[in-house]
Nanobody, 123 residues
């Protein structure tokens, strides 16, 4: 399985931007579908964004559509989440995910998780 490490989280004010990175180990990164999920305190982990193995197809939760952009650089084994116009309700731990069984729209087909990156948006 691929190992994943997130970076780039932090504390920002509403309206600001952040970019999360997910660095993957292994030589098969380009064969994995990748995605981002988040979990707020007291809530279940939810889907945020997904990207196909070649980066051609991208999917977003309605709550982030138009504000967040997922991308990947297969040459550098890295995935990104550009988050713009952040809102307090975006506050959560953001998890990078990898899977080999299709587009990562649900937690059930995730094969590997990162350790999580805290994103806090103040009002």
């Amino acid at each position: 399985q691929v190992q994943l490490v997130e970076s780039g989280g932090g504390l920002v004010q509403a309206g600001a931007s952040l970019r999360l990175s997910c660095a993957a180990s292994g030589r098969t990164f380009s064969s994995y579908a990748m995605g981002w999920f988040r979990q707020a305190p007291g809530k279940e982990r939810e889907f945020v964004a997904a990207i196909s193995s070649a980066g051609v197809s991208r999917y977003y939760a309605d709550s982030v559509k138009g504000r967040f952009t997922v991308s990947r650089d297969n040459a550098k084994n890295t995935m990104f989440l550009q988050m713009n116009s952040l809102k307090p309700e975006d506050t959560a731990v953001y998890y990078c995910a990898a899977g080999s069984r299709g587009v990562l729209l649900t937690r059930g087909i995730v094969d590997s998780w990162g350790q999580g990156a805290q994103v806090t948006v103040s009002s």
